[in-house]
């Protein structure tokens, strides 16, 4: 086998994207090493992709690989936390996975969030009015786009708000690059923890909550307490910075192409095409959730080893030329041989979609509606960017919100 490719997280988000088109060119599967030594198998082609979404040798639950050096090998590598800790539906598979999801299923479910719309509509207007028409620059994301999910997270689960927006604070840390091990990150995890366990004791008086869905769940016995714990911390992670990544570089990319795109986010139909083509051109995530090979699996004529690391790349596959034309361009409503990737494929399809989507496409449409003559304060391309495998953020977006 040759060496494996090293991957770094560079600041600017051109020089990754462009990495990503390399190792896509090199072959349908790639061994990659990343800036912390982790060695692991990456996925970068549409139909290997979706095939090992779905493939059941393709595990979430570390603790089925008996091997001393499977998966990761007793070790801790930076944005591993949703693996390694707790016990919830991102890191389980089988009948596990589906009793831990199918607790909260209904309150994400389309019909429960289309019910929350007018309230998440609500969050962005006020939101929004805080900066409106200001003359001076104002930064989108601790202005708007991490607040939107934070609040509308905070709602859906059934915490208040201040105890939702200290959670968060905590959960953004986590999801840096730094030693799991070293002792700021551990007092994040540790702090975090025991904000749930006090602010989750007892069940909300709202049906519609997660937490309801929960304390229920629990007094039947179909879950434990760490359970109710690590599904809402699994939750505050995966929701929040996914979406905030999603509102801020869909308001950058439609604020730069003026009325091209801009103006679609005036039209319900047009928005909502418009936001499905965004986060298949760019994935919040850029890297599927962890899995690791149960066993020896061949993928593209590549044989990933049992107990490999296994991503797969879907800032890649969703650009694949072989699947879709001109995949580098954002074409609202294109017509497409496949769906996108971007929340996966399979029983682990993300179970917070609808809400995801509802919320950006809610988000940008207050911003178009709100600030119409927005534009941003530097060059897109000369934004700084944090991150590598899934919170690939941009340290701060500087807009003139101008005047309506």
């Known amino acids: 086998m040759s060496a494996p490719v090293r991957l770094d997280d560079p600041a600017g988000q051109d020089a990754l994207e462009a990495a990503y088109r390399r190792l896509r060119e090199r072959g349908p599967v790639v061994c990659v090493e990343l800036p912390d030594g982790l060695r692991t198998w990456v996925i970068t082609r549409y139909a290997e992709g979706r095939r090992a979404l779905r493939d059941p040798r393709f595990i979430k639950d570390l603790r089925e690989l008996t091997g001393p050096g499977h998966g990761l090998g007793g070790n801790r590598y930076a944005e591993d936390v949703y693996v390694v800790e707790g016990r919830h539906m991102l890191n389980s598979d089988g009948d596990e996975h589906v009793r831990l999801r199918g607790v909260v299923a209904a309150q994400l479910s389309a019909q429960a969030v289309a019910a929350r719309e007018p309230e998440i509509r609500r969050i962005t207007e006020d939101l929004v009015d805080r900066f409106a028409g200001s003359a001076e620059p104002v930064d989108l994301m601790s202005a708007y786009a991490r607040p939107v999910p934070e609040i509308v997270m905070g709602r859906i689960l059934g915490l208040p708000d201040e105890v939702m927006l200290e959670a968060a604070v905590l959960s953004r840390q986590l999801g840096q690059r730094d030693d799991p091990l070293s002792p700021p990150m551990r007092r994040a995890y540790n702090d975090l923890v025991d904000l749930m366990r006090v602010h989750t004791r007892t069940a909300p008086d709202d049906e519609r909550t997660v937490l309801a869905a929960l304390h229920a769940a629990l007094a039947q016995g179909r879950i434990t307490r760490r359970e109710l714990v690590s599904t809402v911390l699994m939750l505050i992670g995966a929701g929040i910075s ?21 103006s679609l986010l005036g039209d319900d139909e047009q928005a909502g095409a418009l936001v499905d083509e965004l986060l298949r051109h760019h994935p919040p995530f850029a890297f599927s959730p962890w ?4 066993e020896a ?6 044989v990933i080893p049992a ?10 596959v969703n650009r694949d030329p072989g699947v879709i034309e001109d995949p ?14 971007t929340f996966g494929h399979g029983p682990h399809y993300c179970i917070g979609a609808h809400l995801a989507r509802t919320e ?19 060059p897109y391309g000369e934004t700084e960017w944090q991150g590598l495998l899934f919170d690939r953020t941009p340290v701060a977006l500087p807009v003139y919100p101008g005047v309506a």
């Open 328 to 341: 580098d361009q954002v074409r609202p409503g294109r017509a497409s041989r496949s769906g996108s990737l």
């Open 307 to 316: 107990g490999a690391v296994v991503f797969v790349l879907l800032a890649a």
């Open 242 to 262: 996914s979406t905030a990544i999603a509102i801020a570089h869909g308001a950058a990319t439609t604020a730069q192409a003026a009325n091209t795109l801009w």
């Open 297 to 302: 699996v061949e993928v593209g004529g590549v």
């Open 360 to 378: 950006i496409t809610t988000a940008l449409a207050t911003l178009h509606r709100r600030c119409p003559r927005l534009r941003l304060a530097v």
């Open 291 to 294: 899995r690791f090979a149960r």
